[in-house]
């Protein structure tokens, strides 16, 4: 445990002893990444910084409602694309029809949603045709 500082010491004087004495103890030497550049970061200083790595690194994002379901609604219509059915293809437009429509009637966290509920049919057809079932 680190001893406390004496009284009538200066805080920084104190901290830069305790860093020489753990230097002539050698406690530096073994830590992970010696010897080794630090990573090039070209960005500004940002206050948020190891938030926003912590994020990325997790794969989270916080973006306002509608522009999640601006993207999410963007992503069902490529799922329903590739589904392997047509009742998969109906029940995924449904279910983020289901999202818009919800969204629509709620006041706005954030941008305007910009999207209104998809025509079911218009996009079954539309796999069919690509599928060559039409």
Known sequence: MTERKPPG??????VDKQIRDAEARGDFKALPGVGRP????????????WIKR???????SVLPP???????????LATAAEAPSE???????????????EMMFRPPPGPPLG????????????????????
């Open 9 to 14: 010491v200066s805080f920084e004087s104190f």
């Open 38 to 49: 630090l990573r090039d970061d070209d960005t500004t200083y940002d206050e948020l910084w």
């Open 54 to 60: 912590k994020m990325a690194r997790e794969g989270m």
């Open 66 to 76: 509608t522009l999640a379901l601006r993207k999410e609604a963007e992503d069902a």
């Open 87 to 101: 009742r998969v293809v109906r029940k995924i437009v449904t279910d983020i029809n289901a999202k818009i429509s």
């Open 115 to 134: 999207l209104k509920p998809y025509d079911v049919e218009e996009i079954v057809r539309q796999w069919r045709e690509r599928r060559g079932t039409a």
